[in-house]
């Protein structure tokens, strides 16, 4: 098995399906890949919520400190029932050696999985980069995907602005918040928080018909 396999068994599926970046709403691409925590199939994982967030490469600084950084809150995602994934074009072997460089660093264990792309197939599935690009550095993508394999959120980062790991559990609890429910989250919203309500368009509607708030719970 290639090291990473999307699931399309036709190439010129997986070509048309690049042609444009994936988008709030759309099914998250399956794939099945190598990873170190052994073989990952996306799929596997429905039921949870995952955010699967790519790194242009191995050793750089600043994904180090990412990595560093969602290694120390995992609990937090646990309790949110969500998993971590990361993405890097290295291959499995410099996966694992990153993996025990960050533990000596940092003293911080990697327990969830980072895949490996090696051909940049995962990579170009998700749009995060484009068929002619040569290199992996535009892989500074997030996808939040809720359990029925919807993808939910996208965030996209420069290489050299870290991504802040307060803001991704942020944005998590907050898409958590409003799944399922007729309610919407105002700006800046943090757990605890009142919620907003729809708009209310009816002649009676008083003067807050716009941008009411929920009672707080």
């Excluded at 290639?2 to 988008?23: F, G, I, K, Y």
């Excluded at 749009?127 to 995907?145: K, N, P, V, W």
Aim: charged share 25%; proline share 6%; net charge negative.
């Amino acid at each position: 098995m290639p090291a990473a396999r999307l699931q399309e068994p036709d190439m010129d599926d997986v070509t048309m399906s690049t042609a444009e970046p994936l988008r709030i709403g759309d099914s998250a691409p399956d794939f099945q890949a190598r990873s170190t925590q052994g073989d990952f199939q996306l799929s596997a994982l429905r039921g949870e919520w995952v955010v699967f967030f790519s790194h242009p490469a191995d050793f750089t600084p600043v994904c180090s400190t990412e990595f560093a950084a969602l290694a120390r809150r995992q609990a937090e995602f646990d309790a949110l029932g969500c998993r971590l994934v990361g993405l890097s074009v290295d291959s499995l072997y410099a996966h694992l050696a990153w993996v025990r460089a960050l533990r000596e660093l940092f003293d911080v264990e990697i327990a969830f999985p980072i895949i490996e792309d090696p051909s940049m197939a995962v990579g170009r599935a998700y749009g995060m980069i484009s068929d002619a690009a040569a290199d992996s550095m535009t892989m500074r993508s997030t996808f939040f995907i809720d359990p029925d394999g919807i993808i939910r959120a996208i965030t996209c980062y420069p290489h050299n602005v870290g991504r802040s790991v307060e803001e991704m559990l942020r944005l998590l609890r907050a898409l958590q918040q409003v799944d399922g429910a007729d309610v919407l989250t105002p700006e800046g919203w943090n757990e605890g928080k009142p919620v907003l309500l729809p708009a209310d368009e009816q002649a009676d509607a008083g003067s807050d018909w716009f941008c009411r708030f929920a009672d707080r719970p």
